[in-house]
T-cell receptor
């Protein structure tokens, strides 16, 4: 089945620094990937849709300059949290759709802690 | 805009018994997909089952089945012979197939606990 690899699984960074999270589709090409944020005991909130070779589409209320998304190839999308602050601490999850079937495969998530 | 409602924040069931999780949605679309995802304590999102709206037959995957009522916009998940490993958050999700915008809309989730 389709596999999406997300790294790192956990990261702790100092306030003011930037952190990059990678999302790779391992056995299929994904022209579109999605980035979610999940607060404790809550549902997934879509942050942005990442399109290969073009700019990401951000959901309302998501800061484009803080959450930089790059989808440079058909198998890799990255989310960079710039100038991170403690309120950016959260669980971030990526997903991608294998166009062979309707369904989304999710990465294992990244727990970001900003200290 | 599409919305997905899961009215049961938490549920529990005894091992080997059957439990049904509720999900309703609101949409004006005719072509769409519905999904149930499971998120265990590891927080990995796992697809449990999906249903194409144009199919009248309810989807089944081993112990998991759905009751899809399109007119009522209801999409419940039945778990038969519950196992301890079924303990997880369950999210109902909707995806429309038209309009070029492709994204999943999630409900708030139901926390299911299977008791030994």
């Amino acid at each position: 089945g389709a596999v999406v690899s997300q790294h790192p699984s956990r990261v702790i960074c100092k306030s003011g620094t930037s952190v990059k999270i990678e999302c790779r589709s391992l056995d299929f090409q994904a022209t579109t990937m999605f980035w979610y944020r999940q607060f404790p005991k809550q549902s997934l909130m879509l942050m942005a849709t990442s399109n290969e070779g073009s700019k990401a589409t951000y959901e309302q209320g998501v800061e484009k300059d803080k959450f930089l998304i790059n989808h440079a190839s058909l198998t890799l999308s990255t989310l960079t949290v710039t100038s991170a602050h403690p309120e950016d601490s959260s669980f971030y999850i990526c997903s991608a759709r294998d166009r062979k079937y309707y369904g989304y495969t999710f990465g294992s998530g990244t727990r970001l802690t900003v200290v | 805009a599409q919305t997905v409602t899961q009215s049961q924040p938490e549920m529990s069931v005894q091992e080997a018994e059957t439990v049904t999780l509720s999900c309703t949605y609101d949409t004006s679309e005719n072509n769409y997909y519905l999904f149930w995802y499971k998120q265990p304590p590891s927080r990995q999102m796992i697809l449990v089952i999906r249903q194409e709206a144009y199919k009248q037959q309810n989807a089944t995957e081993n112990r998991f089945s759905v009751n899809f009522q399109k007119a009522a916009k209801s999409f419940s998940l039945k778990i038969s012979d519950s196992q301890l490993g079924d303990t997880a958050m369950y999210f109902c999700a909707f995806m429309k197939l038209s309009g070029g915008s492709e994204k999943l809309v999630f409900g708030k989730g139901t926390k299911l606990t299977v008791n030994p």
